[in-house]
């Protein structure tokens, strides 16, 4: 299910905002028999993401960290346990679903691009896998003080 409970309350406002747009569809559709939908990408990381490390997701603020970390010769600090669950989706993939979906999808609900729960990585392992790549050997940090 797509909206299933109350939006997590970090972004409770932004959350029912997001969920007002599925309404509106369904109003137009009713009202003047309009199809629009809602598409629900899980995290998305590729070419031309943002590494501020003030504004960034997951992938490339972790990726940020990485470098920073080897070039200063200081520890990797990881938010939490490291035990958060995510999906990520590769923007060049989303951009070819975006199209199946303007091209194909012919209904008013909802669709959520996202692997399935199974394929969930955690944040550690995500972390992990770009420490291999920058072949980074320092001291890693879990900032357990701080949510997952």
């Not at 309350?9 to 137009?28: I, T």
């Not at 470098?67 to 989706?89: C, D, L, P, S």
Request: charged share 20%.
């Amino acid at each position: 299910m797509v909206h299933d409970g109350p939006p997590h309350p970090s972004f409770f406002g932004y959350g029912y905002a997001k969920r007002m747009v599925d309404v509106l569809n369904k109003a137009y559709n009713e009202e003047y028999g309009c199809l629009f939908t809602s598409v629900l990408p899980c995290n998305i990381f590729g070419p031309h993401d943002n590494f501020n490390p003030l504004q960034s997701q997951v992938i490339p603020g972790l990726i940020s960290k990485a470098y920073e970390a080897k070039k200063n010769g200081t520890a990797f600090e990881i938010w939490g346990t490291g035990a958060a669950q995510r999906q990520f989706i590769y923007s060049l993939d989303l951009a070819k679903l975006f199209i199946w979906a303007v091209r194909s999808y012919q209904e008013i609900e909802p669709i959520i691009f996202a692997s399935d729960l199974e394929d969930e990585v955690s944040i550690k392992d995500v972390a992990m896998m770009i420490l291999e790549a920058f072949e980074f050997k320092g001291e890693v940090k879990f900032l357990t003080d701080k949510g997952d």
